[in-house]
């Protein structure tokens, strides 16, 4: 069948940004027989034919300037499942930067072709096209029909009557079987491939198949001498990067996985699998690296998730301290920007806007910009109170953003509330380590206190008074070393001004063994020294 007898009926869709491009393409293809020819500028408009109509052809561009483009719209409409296998997806691009066909030619389009290209080009092109869809017409059919065991037979007998389009229908039957787990007959499928002619495709797919019936080791090989003779295809590092999780060596997979990203950097899945295996592996400019890509790629993709930004977020907190530096407005800006968007992103999506809000309070908070990081909580509390019915995760976050922000008193109250609620495992734990943190915070607290009680009677000079209230302070275990040293010099002082009391310099010794010892760089440093010798010196002329 030729071109211009196989266009006529079809219903084909144009995607190109440029007027002249689509009108060009247009004329072409109305010479070429086509009768049903819609038009698209960009991604949007695309995806929004793509899911109204069945097209038979869908011709591409890659480059279609702002929003998704033609590697996008081909991923969205195969997770879709709008691209049928009886369909053709044609990619048509003036691109020849490596990280740019790789990304496209990765989803597989039925064919590539390069601008500029003339009117016999098309015909060839497609020719080639329609020659292989019509013979395999019955199998494609019985794929959209789900019917997979049954394309795999349809595919056989084609095989056996077709004998020379051994490599383009057996590596059908090998993707089918694999997908039916029939690892056997896939592997049998890319066999007869490579008895006949090497091909890197069926050599990966002996691979993948080794792997699923448990021979790791083999296909790690196999793997290995493809990349020798292919070392561009990208799928083997994905695959080895898989056989090294297994075999619990993350950093070899971590490897492999960057070695897939500097071939073919596009692929959204990919950056976020990198991400996650780097942050596993505690590389944590890698895992930022990746995850900033996987937001930067996953605006216009399918694969979008609120996710995606948050990992993000939560690796750019990791590195962010209090100090104003370059390096740290910079990495805080960028994550303040990520939580922007991912609120304008998943907006009326009331738990995501309540992840972001938290996000942003937290990422506040480690700037110590407390002002701020209070109005984001506020905002978290606000959105939480307009969830239907909050989950008990959600619950327990908010209260560890009280905690985070000084708002105990709401701390507590949710803390009450929850241990009603019957919460097990982590969430309980979590909710445990809040109560003794609440307690902690009383305590250093009370201890804070009872020390500025006491230097005011010292500064009085009550320091029977001050003696009191620091040997209250004292009591507490969060007591830190400067209220420490105060409890020494108020029982010092005492002893220097009325007569020697054993009992209070040996509260001075216990008192100097808690604090053990402080480096000489430490501002208290000068004061413990000149504290410890008054107290040896009292000791001598007690005689103990």
């Not at 909580?377 to 969830?387: G, W």
Request: aromatic share 6%.
């Amino acid at each position: 069948m030729n071109s211009e007898s196989h266009l006529q009926g079809k219903r084909i869709l144009i995607v190109d940004d440029l007027v002249e491009a689509r009108s060009a393409l247009k004329s072409m293809l109305t010479m070429l027989g086509a009768d049903q020819v819609d038009s698209a500028t960009d991604g949007r408009e695309a995806m929004g034919f793509i899911m109204e109509h069945d097209y038979d052809v869908i011709f591409s561009d890659y480059n279609l300037g702002k929003g998704k483009d033609g590697q996008q719209i081909l991923e969205e409409a195969r997770y879709t499942n709008r691209l049928k296998a009886a369909s053709s997806f044609v990619m048509v691009t003036g691109e020849n930067a490596v990280d740019r066909v790789m990304g496209a030619l990765e989803y597989d389009p039925d064919a590539y072709i390069t601008k500029p290209f003339t009117l016999s080009i098309l015909r060839e092109r497609l020719g080639r096209l329609w020659q292989i869809k019509d013979i395999l017409h019955p199998v494609n059919q019985a794929i959209d029909l789900g019917e997979t065991d049954w394309a795999i037979e349809l595919s056989q007998q084609v095989l056996a009557n077709q004998p020379r389009l051994l490599l383009p229908i057996s590596r059908l039957i090998g993707k089918l079987c694999l997908r039916q787990e029939r690892f056997d007959d896939a592997l049998a499928a890319y066999e007869r491939v490579l008895e006949s002619r090497p091909a890197s495709w069926a050599r990966l797919g002996q691979a993948v198949c080794l792997y699923h019936k448990g021979e790791p080791d083999r296909a790690k090989e196999l793997i290995e001498a493809t990349l020798r003779d292919h070392p561009m295809y990208v799928q083997c590092y994905d695959w080895l990067a898989r056989i090294m999780m297994d075999k619990g060596q993350p950093e070899e997979a971590q490897q492999h996985l960057q070695s897939a990203v500097k071939i073919s950097p596009r692929a959204v899945l990919r950056q976020m699998e990198l991400g996650r295996l780097a942050l596993e592996n505690d590389d944590i400019d890698t895992a930022r690296i990746a995850f900033e890509q996987a937001v930067r790629l996953g605006r216009y993709s399918c694969y979008k998730s609120s996710d995606t930004y948050l990992k993000f977020v939560q690796v750019a907190q990791s590195s962010l301290d209090g100090e104003n530096s370059k390096e740290n407005r910079l990495l805080c800006s960028k994550a303040l920007r990520a939580i922007d968007e991912m609120r304008q992103e998943y907006v009326g999506q009331l738990s995501v806007i309540f992840q972001a809000n938290i996000a942003e309070s937290h990422t506040h908070k480690l700037v110590k910009d407390d002002s701020k990081a209070r109005t984001s909580a506020d905002k978290a509390e606000s959105t939480l109170a307009r969830i239907k019915e909050p989950t008990g995760e959600q619950r327990v976050i908010m209260t560890e953003t009280y905690v985070d922000t000084g708002q105990h008193e709401k701390a507590r109250d949710m803390i009450d509330v929850l241990r009603t609620t019957g919460l097990a495992g982590d969430l309980l734990a979590r909710l445990d380590a809040l109560d003794d943190q609440m307690n902690d915070m009383n305590m250093r607290e009370r201890s804070a206190e009872l020390n500025a009680e006491g230097v005011k009677h010292y500064e009085a000079g009550r320091l029977e008074e001050a003696i009191a209230a620091f040997d209250q302070a004292t009591r507490y275990d969060e007591a830190g070393i400067s209220v420490l040293l105060n409890s020494i010099q108020a029982k010092v002082s005492y002893i220097e001004r009325n007569e020697l009391d054993v009992p209070q310099l040996k509260d001075c010794y216990r008192l100097l063994r808690r604090i053990g010892s402080i480096g000489r760089l430490d501002e208290r440093y000068d004061r413990y020294d000149r504290l410890k010798t008054t107290c040896e010196r009292l000791r001598r002329s007690a005689g103990l």
